[in-house]
């Protein structure tokens, strides 16, 4: 069976060494690095999704509104008819 590979992101600042001792304000401001990205993360996969849906229900009335304001004027049956 395959390995499945990991999606978390390594550190590569200084105090995510493991060899030198670290003191606990290190490791509270790693935590609290941790914790924003976590946020950052959410906050962009929320975007996202909302804008995946904003585009999905919003690109065939965006294309009949670019339609119905070109200059020769078409009727809605006309731009919805596929000839």
Known sequence: MAAKASLKIKGKGKGSSK???SSSSSS???????SKYKVFK???NWSLEKAKVAT?????????IIGMNSD???DLFQ?????
């Open 42 to 44: 959410a906050w962009t």
């Open 56 to 64: 999905h229900y919003g690109f065939i009335p965006l294309i009949i």
């Open 72 to 74: 020769p004027k078409p």
């Open 19 to 21: 060899g030198s001792s």
């Open 28 to 34: 509270s401001s790693s935590s609290s690095a941790s």
């Open 79 to 83: 731009l919805l008819s596929p000839v």
